[in-house]
C-alpha cells in the first residue's frame, strides 16, 4: 500500500488482484472517500483520487459558503458570487471524474 499527501488529503493506494484501488482521507478523520473502481496503472488511479480530493473539496467549499449566508456572514451578491465561481469550477472536475479511465 502506498501513500500520498495531496492538497492536504491523505490518499492511500491499494494494490489489488486486478489493479489498483484508492481511499482519500483527511488527516485526523475517520471517513474516507473512494469511487470503488478498480484503475489498471498507478498512474491512473493517482489521477483518479486527486480528482476526488478535488471534488470533495468544492463540495465542502460551497458547503461553507452557504452556512456562511444562512448566518448573515456573507450578502446575497457574495454568496451568489461566490457559488458561481466555485461551480465554475465544480463542473470541470465532475466531467473528468465520470471520464472512462484507462
Not at 10 to 39: M, T
Not at 65 to 90: F, K, M, N, R
Request: glycine residues 4%.
Amino acid at each position: 500500500m502506498k501513500k500520498e499527501l495531496y492538497n492536504g488529503w491523505l490518499i492511500e493506494f491499494i494494490s489489488e488482484p486486478a489493479g489498483y484501488s484508492y481511499q482519500c482521507w483527511l488527516p485526523g478523520d475517520r471517513v474516507a472517500v473512494s469511487d470503488r473502481k478498480l484503475y489498471v496503472t498507478l498512474e491512473s488511479v493517482r489521477n483518479a483520487a486527486r480528482k476526488r480530493a478535488d471534488l470533495e473539496a468544492v463540495k465542502w467549499a460551497l458547503k461553507h459558503c452557504y452556512t456562511s449566508y444562512i448566518q448573515g456572514s456573507l450578502s446575497a451578491d457574495e454568496y451568489s458570487t461566490l457559488e458561481s465561481l466555485i461551480t465554475g469550477v465544480l463542473t470541470p472536475i465532475q466531467e473528468n471524474c465520470l471520464m472512462p479511465q484507462s
